[in-house]
């Protein structure tokens, strides 16, 4: 079992750049690929990217790529966000979603993963 608290959120503005942090706790809590999701104002939860427990990273949204990056800190069990160059579209909660191992080729469903963060706000305006 795995426990995920997400921090990091906040404002800023655009083009700007914002790091959000996933910490995992708990048993086994080196053992997950973490998938961060975003889930924009009145819209559905959508996965962004993915981390394994040996830091390959697969990308599920192609609006993100060249802007967002995702690293783990394995000492801490922490997963990072890194947010460079953000639009007003990025708004939204973020969440950190945790699955045994590895990423998926596509997303999971979203009650298939093991643990959720209680999400983290990001404002993207100026």
């Known amino acids: 079992q795995v426990q995920l608290v997400e921090s990091g959120g906040g404002l800023v503005q655009p083009g700007g750049s914002l790091r959000l942090s996933c910490a995992a706790s708990?048993?086994?809590?080196?053992?997950?690929?973490i998938t961060w999701f975003r889930q924009a104002p009145g819209e559905e939860r959508e996965g962004l990217l993915c981390?394994?427990?040996?830091?390959?990273?697969?990308y599920y949204e192609d609006s993100v790529k060249g802007r967002f990056t995702i690293s783990r800190d394995n000492a801490n069990n922490t997963v990072y966000l890194q947010m460079n160059n953000v639009k007003p579209e990025d708004t939204g909660d973020y969440y950190c979603?945790?699955?045994?191992?590895?990423?998926?080729?596509?997303?999971?469903?979203?009650?298939?993963?093991?643990?959720w963060g209680q999400g983290t706000q990001v404002t993207v305006s100026s």
């Open positions: 979603a945790a699955y045994p191992i590895i990423c998926g080729v596509g997303l999971r469903s979203i009650d298939e993963y093991d643990s």
């Open positions: 981390i394994t427990t040996n830091a390959d990273t697969t």
């Open positions: 708990g048993f086994f809590a080196d053992r997950y690929a």
